[in-house]
């Protein structure tokens, strides 16, 4: 299983921390007069749908959470099949799935929802990568394996739009989102054996990180 | 989905007795001054931010440390291992937090673990799922009131560990399932977020130090 599941945690790997920094410093030099406002209880304040419409939000807003909504679809495209496919996931997992499938169907509708007429439409995928995992849907090891590796991947992607997201109104629930796929990546990496966290601090990816990385999935 | 949940507050802790679920508005004012002199003044903007996660990584901290030093009978392999991992963790967090603060750090919080019982698995296993649910909704709650990014990411970095150690400990439970997968926890496919006031009323009960902010309330 070592080719599989290298194979999106070695996008992950290298130490990319210091740079992502670098370029939140530099979003913000730029973007930051922008964006960043007021007090807490401004904040606290803004959590109402009117304050979510697309139109209000700054282009580079919309180009973040596209981003998050085509690895949204991602997932959930991934989960729903899985789960549509009779005999791929032994019964005392289907809870775990199911729970995944659901959230990640949430996350499209919310982020959709936010974007309005500006939403990517839904993408096409190929979940055998090009034919590198043509049994990802009848084998459970390639499954929860990839499973494994995409929510690592979807923590790592959030994290790495949260300075893009500073002093905006959806930091917040980006922030809980990005989280639960956090819950998600814990759980899968329980059940395919490895340790729930790889570290004490998670690392981000840029979105070109992210987007080499699933472009396999992609048609 | 509404968005208007997001800072909704959420019951996310199942700890017995109106005390926790009761918001102690005391716990966070200033205290001019008349408190004992063990009480922390967190300070204000990000470092009261960031003394306040430092707070809450301490009590895991000494949480973890007081469960795998005199760990519960009959405890399992994957159990112990997973505990030491989590307290790694949040060793590193708490040591992590208290550089970043430098001078402006808190001192050692003093901890009451007397509601918890060592000894038994349930009490152990149950307070570990409150203390990281809150931490998530602690660290989701604070993100938006962060000014600097740096601190912003820093916290990034936790939060989903924090996460993954609600699945891990969820998974100790009930094995990788819906509820290791954030059922009973989430809304909507969403993590709550609490603002610091409510965290700490909610964590008032094994915190015995005074923990006062002029920037929460």
């Given at each position: ?33 922008l ?25 580079q807003?919309?180009?973040v ?122 759980s ?7 340790p ?9 990816l ?7 990385a ?6 | ?45 990000d ?59 808190i ?7 007397s ?55 969820a ?47």
């Amino acid at each position: 299983m070592s080719n599989q599941d290298s194979f999106l945690l070695d996008e992950i790997e290298p130490e990319v921390g210091e740079r992502i920094n670098a370029s939140w410093r530099a979003a913000f030099a730029k973007y930051g007069e922008l964006v960043l406002i007021g007090s807490a209880p401004t904040l606290l304040a803004m959590a109402s749908t009117e304050a979510f419409a697309a139109e209000g939000l700054p282009q580079q807003v919309v180009d973040v959470l596209n981003y998050a909504l085509s690895l949204e679809y991602f997932e959930a495209t991934f989960y729903k099949t899985a789960n549509g496919t009779e005999g791929l996931i032994p019964a005392k997992y289907q809870g775990l799935f199911g729970e995944i499938g659901q959230h990640e169907s949430a996350h499209v509708a919310l982020l959709s929802s936010v974007l309005g007429p500006a939403a990517v439409k839904a993408p096409k995928f190929d979940f055998t990568a090009g034919g590198k995992y043509p049994d990802v849907f009848s084998n459970f090891q390639t499954f929860s394996t990839l499973s494994s590796t995409i929510e690592d991947t979807g923590v790592a992607a959030f994290k790495g739009q949260l300075g893009n997201l500073a002093g905006t109104t959806v930091l917040a629930t980006a922030l809980q989102i990005h989280s639960v796929e956090a819950r998600h990546a814990g759980s899968v990496r329980v059940l395919v054996g490895k340790p729930g966290s790889d570290g004490a601090f998670d690392k981000p990816l840029t979105k070109s990180e992210v987007l080499e990385a699933v472009k396999p999935f992609f048609v | 989905m509404a968005l208007g949940q997001s800072y909704s507050r959420r019951k996310v802790l199942r700890w017995g007795g109106a005390a926790a679920s009761v918001m102690v508005a005391g716990a966070v004012l200033p205290n001019f001054g008349l408190s004992s002199a063990l009480a922390a003044d967190l300070g204000e903007g990000d470092v009261a931010i960031l003394n306040y996660a430092y707070a809450l990584e301490q009590l895991e901290a000494a949480f973890y440390t007081k469960v795998t030093d005199k760990p519960f009978q009959s405890i399992t392999q994957q159990e112990a291992s997973t505990f030491a991992e989590i307290l790694g963790h949040e060793v590193l967090h708490r040591e992590f937090l208290k550089k970043a603060l430098g001078e402006h750090a808190i001192s050692d919080i003093e901890v009451d673990f007397s509601k918890v019982n060592f000894d038994n698995r349930a009490s152990v296993l149950d307070t570990a799922d409150a203390f990281e649910n809150l931490g998530v909704a602690a660290y989701n709650g604070a993100g938006p009131l962060i000014k600097n990014v740096d601190y912003l990411a820093a916290a990034g970095t936790m939060v989903s560990v924090e996460a993954r150690h609600c699945a891990m400990i969820a998974a100790l439970v009930h094995g990788p399932s819906a509820a290791s997968a954030g059922a009973g926890h989430t809304s909507g496919g969403l993590d709550a977020a609490m603002p610091p006031k409510g965290v700490l009323a909610e964590a008032k009960p094994f915190i015995k130090t005074p923990l006062t902010s002029a920037s929460f309330y």
